[in-house]
């Protein structure tokens, strides 16, 4: 279900830019020109922003604010005033205020998300909104799912499952509303929908509508360049919900140890800015070391591998770390991958049967 956006503004020009901006970053963006109506959109809708315009007719933008603020009904909600360089002296940050941040007219496309994306980021982190994978047994072993503006490593050998999983997190995410961009080493766009289509996991339409981008990464074409131009990259899909790395390993082979650091750190700052990341590793392609510290690093980190269980191998997925999930981490999952079905959790009874 796609995030709420309530815009309370006078201004049809500065509509015809917020509506179309906004709706591309897959929000469902509300409007109204009335404060009073705003006011009670914002209750009977529960957006989880609030842009409302300094001026308003018969009801100042502060007064709004602050009456969103003092209402219990709705002072989760993020507030963004819109002012012009005319109204600075009267704008107020902080308690009393009802403001979170404010937009100085003029401004483009690219610096209101910039504003918009960390305000419902850290509203999502305070109320623990965490994204689902579209399988309610392995949210419930990762303690709830993904939380929103996280840094996550999956790391497994070799046909552990990390694609797979990695999959299932991008549908999940597609089908509840959100954006996704993926950086991928393993497949084409082709390849992807192919591979994604056989797991029942088709998002063809998502991708037709642009809910999904894909980019396939030429590692051996870009040598040791490969992070920095992946940053870059990644860095112009920031405005994204979430952020796919399949799979980091090759794109790091030429790269020191400080530089695979510093990567981790610029992706963290991605988070910060309300970008959620997922990035993949093969465990045997970096050394222990370097991989405890990529961990410390991480606010999730699923550690996928292949084990024996009695006369079979199947495939297990422990949830070590999570930071701000519901529920307790620490869970091991065991599953299998079938063609036309895709993940399925295997039961306890049924591996040691």
């Not at 401004?107 to 960390?118: G, N, Q, R, S």
Request: glycine share 8%.
């Amino acid at each position: 279900m796609a995030q709420k956006v309530l815009v309370i503004e006078v201004d049809r020009i500065m509509l015809k830019m917020l509506r179309p901006t906004l709706e591309e970053q897959g929000y469902d963006v509300l409007t109204t020109s009335d404060p009073s109506e705003g006011l009670t959109m914002s209750r009977r809708e529960q957006p989880v922003l609030v842009i409302v315009a300094f001026r308003l007719p018969r009801m100042r933008g502060t007064t709004v604010a602050r009456r969103i603020r003092k209402d219990p009904a709705t002072d989760h909600q993020a507030v963004l005033m819109i002012a012009d360089e005319s109204q600075l002296e009267d704008l107020v940050i902080g308690p009393g205020s009802g403001v979170d941040d404010f937009l100085i007219k003029p401004f483009d496309a690219a610096e209101l998300i910039t504003k918009v994306k960390p305000l419902i980021a850290a509203r999502a982190e305070a109320e623990g909104i965490t994204i689902s994978t579209g399988n309610s047994e392995l949210d419930d072993k990762m303690g709830g799912g993904i939380p929103m503006g996280s840094l996550t490593l999956i790391e497994g050998d070799s046909g552990a499952g990390k694609s797979v999983l990695s999959q299932q997190m991008m549908r999940g995410t597609l089908d509840d509303g959100y954006t996704v961009s993926v950086f991928t080493t393993e497949n084409t766009v082709k390849s992807l929908v192919v591979q994604m289509r056989s797991l029942s996991l088709d998002i063809i339409d998502h991708l037709l509508l642009n809910k999904i981008r894909v980019y396939p990464i030429e590692v051996a074409r870009l040598g040791d360049k490969a992070p920095s131009t992946l940053l870059e990259a990644m860095r112009q899909e920031a405005g994204r919900d979430m952020l796919f790395v399949d799979s980091l390993t090759a794109a790091i082979a030429e790269t020191s140890q400080g530089e695979v650091l510093g990567f981790f750190e610029d992706c963290k700052r991605l988070c910060s800015g309300g970008a959620t990341v997922v990035i993949m590793v093969h465990s045997h392609g970096l050394n222990s070391e370097l991989l405890i510290r990529i961990r410390s690093l991480c606010d999730a980190h699923l550690q996928l591998r292949t084990t024996e269980v009695g006369n079979k191998l199947v495939k297990q997925m422990e949830a070590t770390k999570v930071r701000g999930a519901d529920k307790r981490t620490g869970n091991i999952v065991s599953f299998e991958v079938e063609p036309g079905w895709g993940m399925r959790v295997i039961p306890i009874n049924k591996i040691s049967g």
